[in-house]
């Protein structure tokens, strides 16, 4: 039973936060994409995994720190919005997970690349 109620506080968050990223003034942290949402089993803590494909490391350490500052509002938001008494602290991180998948594809693309090129020699040499 635990478990279904922390999967559906997850989920309300995971719907909540990216219209409470957009009512910031910030146009970086409008156009952030939320990918998941961990909270602790006592739902006083939530990790938040956020995408932004067009920032830079140095323009992701600028958002998360205007993220730390945008901390109050984004908890007041949701409290307004689920009604709930108390809200779970945030530590928002970007999610590295589809990156990692982007270079594993270029790799699996160039090794496909050099077994061709060698295969088309082979079958030159023969």
């Not at 719907?15 to 961990?38: F, G, M, Q």
């Not at 928002?92 to 496909?112: C, S, V």
Request: one cysteine or more.
């Amino acid at each position: 039973m635990q478990d279904i109620k922390l999967a559906r506080t997850q989920s309300l968050l995971k719907e909540i936060l990216p219209s409470a990223l957009a009512n910031l003034n910030d146009t970086r942290l409008n156009a952030l994409n939320v990918v998941d949402v961990k909270c602790s089993r006592g739902k006083y803590f939530a990790k938040v995994f956020l995408n932004a494909p067009f920032a830079t490391k140095q323009e992701k350490l600028e958002i998360l720190s205007q993220l730390k500052k945008a901390h109050r509002i984004i908890k007041e938001y949701c409290l307004e919005e689920t009604g709930w008494f108390r809200c779970p602290d945030f530590e928002f991180n970007f999610d590295t997970i589809l990156e990692k998948e982007n270079r594993l594809d270029e790799i699996f693309d160039t090794i496909q690349k050099e077994r061709e090129q060698k295969g088309e020699i082979n079958d030159t040499c023969s």
